[in-house]
Nanobody, 120 residues
Framework: QVQLAESGGALVQVGGSLRLTCVVSGSVPGIEFMTWYREASGKQRELVAKITKTGVTTYADSLKGRFTISRDDAKNTLYLQMEKLKSEDTGVYYC??????????????WGQGTQVTVST
């Protein structure tokens, strides 16, 4: 059974930094990409950053230069380094894994989320 567990969320002041971690447990062949999303109160969940199986990264335009996504395959861990945090970065951050088994079979897994609160 695949499980994703995020951690690292905290209360931090504007301008501060945090590193979020997502640990993947269980055997997961065929990982196509992994993504960080976030959801602010009263808003839709939005994509933050994505990293493909080949290491290609993409970011939400508004976050480029402040956030960095990376992974450690040996540890089955995904990271999100967040710098120069703003109050609008507040929200619950979720890790997502997209697994592709074949052309007609794929799965998407979510973690439970970790709360990031940026205070002024």
């Amino acid at each position: 059974q695949v499980q994703l567990a995020e951690s690292g969320g905290a209360l931090v002041q504007v301008g501060g930094s945090l590193r979020l971690t997502c640990v993947v447990s269980g055997s997961v062949p065929g990982i196509e990409f992994m993504t960080w999303y976030r959801e602010a109160s009263g808003k839709q969940r939005e994509l933050v950053a994505k990293i493909t199986k080949t290491g290609v990264t993409t970011y939400a335009d508004s976050l480029k230069g402040r956030f960095t996504i990376s992974r450690d395959d040996a540890k089955n861990t995904l990271y999100l380094q967040m710098e120069k945090l703003k109050s609008e970065d507040t929200g619950v951050y979720y890790c997502n894994l997209k697994q592709v088994i074949s052309m007609n079979e794929g799965y998407s897994y979510w973690g439970q989320g970790t709360q990031v609160t940026v205070s002024t």
